[in-house]
């Protein structure tokens, strides 16, 4: 049995607003907080959606002996995962070298690539693979002889998973979890219903046969703001993402940050302001000022006024509650809210069939009758009562069957 939800609501935020100082300001001595048992059980719910487990088993000082069994355990899957992900990729790269394919390995794999975190820091849910969009049917036949097969095509990438290997339930990151592949032609997001692409900033002008690095650390840096704009309007953002920014703007110069104003760009970079502003609020003095002071004259009033109180909390699944109209207030025009809206009351079959895609292949939306629901009744739901996310409910209930599923 779940305690009341608004305990469990309390104590997510609470426990995240507490593992992001921890983390964000690696506080040599920081007090362990005088947490009740199931705050603590809260805590590890947190830092496993948030995927710093591993992370935390390094900065974090907290004597607690479930808590850091939980961080030390969650520490070791990730490294042994991290081995298989390893060699996967070089496979990939043989594979790409021979076939004359050129193929971008994206966020966490260029992250481990370049050096800023080590085997064991960094939990990688799939990996992200970009091929131009006429290698696109090459790439997937070079998966197919690796074993994969293709199990949905969602609209911004193909999911390939192994033909062999189920997912395993339980908290966090495990050693045996099959390795799932996205394969990407595009690099882009929609926010909150017109895409923003960065496709030529991410692809090198001179790609060579096998894996390629990102054309600069400024390119790298503007997929991971995009990608966390997205998670913010979806309000989905992970403690992580705002940590791989972090570091990566220890090694930025001023031309990597120019990258983000790409002179062939169609647009400004209005996008990256919220997630650099919620940096700014957990990692002080991580970015430059003439930064984020430019990105204030381009970003739209509405979203500059909200973004400036976020919370991480607010903008992940810590937030236990579902929002009717999330990420509305990204949009930049009155027909944008508009399509918003008819989308919500009535989405497109892409929608449709993203969804039942969900439903058939995340274990925490197994069995589950909300998501089954037609979309009028869920609206109708969340507008009259208070819905918890179904995500963040899997991590608590699994979180309260520690410590046994920490081994």
Same mark, same amino acid.
């Given at each position: ?79 042994? #995962? ?5 060699? $996967? /990729?070089? &496979?990939? !790269?043989?594979? *790409? =070298? @021979?076939?004359? +394919? ?19 820091? #960094? ?5 992200? $693979? /970009?091929? &131009?969009? !006429?290698?696109? *049917? =090459? @790439?997937?036949? +070079? ?27 339980? /908290? ?10 996205? +394969? ?39 997929? +991971? ?183």
């Amino acid at each position: 049995m779940l305690p009341p939800l608004k305990i469990v609501r309390a104590g997510l935020r609470r426990t995240t607003e507490a593992l992001a100082a921890e983390l964000a300001l690696a506080r040599p001595n920081g007090a362990t907080p005088q947490w009740s048992d199931l705050e603590w059980q809260l805590a590890s719910a947190a830092a496993a959606a948030h995927g710093v487990s591993p992370l935390l088993c390094t900065f974090s000082t907290w004597e607690n002996p479930e808590w850091r069994l939980f961080l030390t355990t969650q520490r070791a899957h990730v490294e042994h #995962r991290h081995q298989r992900i390893a060699a $996967l /990729l070089e &496979r990939i !790269d043989a594979d *790409a =070298r @021979a076939a004359g +394919l050129a193929i971008v390995p994206l966020k966490g794999s260029a992250l481990h690539a370049v050096g800023i975190y080590v085997p064991g820091d #960094r939990p990688m849910a799939d990996i992200d $693979l /970009l091929v &131009r969009e !006429d290698d696109a *049917a =090459r @790439a997937g036949e +070079l998966l197919l002889n690796l074993g994969y097969v293709e199990s949905f095509v969602a609209w911004k990438h193909r999911v390939f998973k192994p033909a062999m290997g189920e997912p395993v339930g339980g /908290l966090g990151e495990h050693r045996d979890t099959p390795v799932n592949i996205e +394969l990407h032609t595009r690099i882009q997001e929609r926010l909150p219903v017109s895409a923003i692409d960065i496709t030529e900033r991410i692809y090198p002008q001179q790609p060579t046969p096998g894996l390629n690095p990102y054309p600069s650390n400024g390119a790298l840096m503007n997929h +991971l703001l995009l990608h966390s704009a997205g998670n913010i309007c979806g309000r989905s953002l992970r403690l992580l993402h705002l940590n791989d920014i972090a570091l990566l703007a220890q090694r930025m110069t001023t031309a990597d940050w120019d990258v983000l104003w790409d002179e062939h760009a169609a647009d400004s970079p209005w996008w990256a302001l919220p997630p650099l502003r919620l940096l700014a609020r957990y990692y002080p003095s991580a970015i430059p000022d003439a930064v984020l002071n430019r990105l204030e004259h381009e970003c739209h009033p509405l979203l500059r006024t909200i973004s400036r109180h976020q919370t991480l909390t607010q903008v992940s699944s810590s937030e236990l509650w579902l929002h009717a109209l999330a990420g509305i207030e990204w949009s930049r025009s009155l027909g944008e809210v508009v399509e918003y809206v008819r989308n919500r009351v009535r989405p497109p079959q892409e929608a449709i069939k993203e969804r039942a895609d969900m439903v058939r292949t995340q274990l925490w939306l197994q069995g589950q009758i909300w998501v089954k629901q037609k979309q009028g009744r869920r609206i109708l739901t969340l507008l009259t009562q208070q819905v918890p996310r179904l995500d963040t409910l899997y991590a608590v209930r699994a979180a309260l069957e520690l410590p046994a599923s920490a081994t």
